[in-house]
T-cell receptor, first 115, second 113 residues
Framework: DGGITQSPKYLFRKEGQNVTLSCEQNLNHDAMYWYRQDPGQGLRLIYYSQIVNDFQKGDIAEGYSVSREKKESFPLTVTSAQKNPTAFYLC??????????????FGPGTRLTVL | SQQGEEDPQALSIQEGENATMNCSYKTSINNLQWYRQNSGRGLVHLILIRSNEREKHSGRLRVTLDTSKKSSSLLITASRAADTASYFCATDATSNTGNQFYFGTGTSLTVIP
């Protein structure tokens, strides 16, 4: 059963704590992406990775970090430096990052709430 | 910012009517895609139109692209209550570090049974 999974679905953290969101895919996709979505808003790109051990900052990377040690996994860490982390976080993957192959497949999302 | 903008922001129609949503963007693109999002869920890809295409159909969906006006439209014909969702356009553009996606702000569609 191929797909992209995110865990947990809901996450609560205290102010000042780092937290890591999981994203795993078994679609054999090269490219993976993290987006943030605020209520009533579109998606904003945080980080993306086109290949293992390489990643680039998106439009709102400050306060976030990622790693891409395995093709299947692209975890996102929300650090205490992120001033307003409460949001819905979406992970996506695509076969390649090139225009011909970049239909994106999304996970179900993680809703992070900072208390 | 390259981010696209959809209009209208919200649309409410009766079941069986057609729904039209528009997307405008700012810079040259490789392709434009439309996605659907049910409340609290991830996005689902609907259709992709390449920059050299003008119109594309998929079932009850019809997408047009006008690169001279930097705009696209999504038409859903014979709408159903199950079409109620938010719809986003996403443009693919080449940057110095590769290809990036830019999503619009979305149109919230409500289909009334």
């Amino acid at each position: 059963d191929g797909g992209i999974t995110q865990s947990p679905k809901y996450l609560f953290r205290k102010e000042g704590q780092n937290v890591t969101l999981s994203c795993e895919q078994n679609l054999n996709h090269d490219a993976m992406y993290w987006y943030r979505q605020d209520p009533g808003q579109g998606l904003r790109l945080i980080y993306y990775s086109q290949i293992v051990n390489d990643f680039q900052k998106g439009d709102i990377a400050e306060g976030y970090s990622v790693s891409r040690e395995k093709k299947e996994s692209f975890p996102l860490t929300v650090t205490s430096a992120q001033k307003n982390p409460t949001a819905f976080y979406l992970c996506a993957s695509s076969l390649r990052s090139s225009p011909r192959y970049n239909e994106q497949f999304f996970g179900p999302g993680t809703r992070l709430t900072v208390l | 910012s390259q981010q696209g903008e959809e209009d209208p922001q919200a649309l409410s129609i009766q079941e069986g009517e057609n729904a039209t949503m528009n997307c405008s963007y700012k810079t040259s693109i490789n392709n434009l895609q439309w996605y659907r999002q049910n409340s609290g869920r991830g996005l689902v890809h609907l259709i992709l139109i390449r920059s050299n295409e003008r119109e594309k159909h998929s079932g009850r969906l019809r997408v047009t692209l006008d690169t001279s006006k930097k705009s696209s439209s999504l038409l859903i014909t014979a709408s159903r209550a199950a079409d109620t969702a938010s719809y986003f356009c996403a443009t693919d553009a080449t940057s110095n570090t590769g290809n990036q996606f830019y999503f619009g702000t979305g149109t919230s569609l409500t289909v009334i049974p």
